[in-house]
T-cell receptor, first 117, second 114 residues
Framework: AQTVTQSQPEMSVQEAETVTLSCTYD???????LFWYKQPPSRQMILVIR??????QNATENRFSVNFQKAAKSFSLKISDSQLGDTAMYFC??????????????FGKGTRLSVIA | NAGVTQTPKFQVLKTGQSMTLQCAQD?????MSWYRQDPGMGLRLIHY???????DQGEVPNGYNVSRSTTEDFPLRLLSAAPSQTSVYFC?????????????FGPGTRLTVT
């Protein structure tokens, strides 16, 4: 079974600084997608960034970037120039291909990030 | 587009009562799913559907039923509520039946079972 591990339950960062959230996963699949979702206090789930396993280039979305290490099964999220609005729970998620026999979407337990002024 | 809508936003049930959580999407998405979110547990998949008439179990399906009679709707039924089902429930949909695409989430339903 696929598993996703976020080893940092809570983190904090000063405004304008850079922070990295860790995520590791376990799978025997070679083709899959990885996502980072943000959940602010409003409870709404918001997609931050996605990475396709077959792409070697790390995904980037404005201040958000990932460090995808396929061999190490690691998928960390870097937030640059942190803003107060980045305060939220962040979830790493793994999607396996259809008909693989695995639960299609698995989330980590989340990292609560606080941005401090 | 309204996106993914869920009703109700809040619900309190007594043990043994039944109810249906409603989920609808107007994006013509084939894939729909239900998750529950519990403190310290992240989101766990309950049931999912890759198209009308097709459903399958996720990680924590016990105590829940689903059906998918139309592309738009994917209700989640609790037949006999238990305190262990106290949670926040999210419905999500995505564009293709391959599930390899962004999940659009509803606003969630907070359910308390006493």
């Amino acid at each position: 079974a696929q598993t996703v591990t976020q080893s940092q339950p809570e983190m904090s960062v000063q405004e304008a600084e850079t922070v990295t959230l860790s995520c590791t996963y376990d799978t025997s699949e070679s083709n899959y997608y990885l996502f980072w979702y943000k959940q602010p206090p409003s409870r709404q789930m918001i997609l931050v960034i996605r990475q396709e396993a077959y792409k070697q280039q790390n995904a980037t979305e404005n201040r958000f970037s990932v460090n995808f290490q396929k061999a190490a099964k690691s998928f960390s999220l870097k937030i640059s120039d942190s803003q107060l609005g980045d305060t939220a729970m962040y979830f790493c998620a793994f999607i396996s291909p259809p008909n693989s026999g695995n639960t299609p979407l698995v989330f980590g337990k989340g990292t609560r990030l606080s941005v401090i002024a | 587009n309204a996106g993914v809508t869920q009703t109700p936003k809040f619900q309190v049930l007594k043990t043994g009562q039944s109810m249906t959580l409603q989920c609808a999407q107007d994006m013509n998405h084939e894939y729909m799913s239900w998750y529950r979110q519990d403190p310290g547990m992240g989101l766990r998949l309950i049931h999912y559907s890759v198209g009308a008439g097709i459903t399958d179990q996720g990680e924590v399906p016990n105590g829940y039923n689903v059906s998918r009679s139309t592309t738009e709707d994917f209700p989640l039924r609790l037949l006999s509520a238990a305190p262990s089902q106290t949670s926040v429930y999210f419905c999500a949909s995505s564009y293709s039946g391959t599930v390899l695409s962004e999940q659009y989430f509803g606003p969630g339903t907070r359910l308390t079972v006493t």
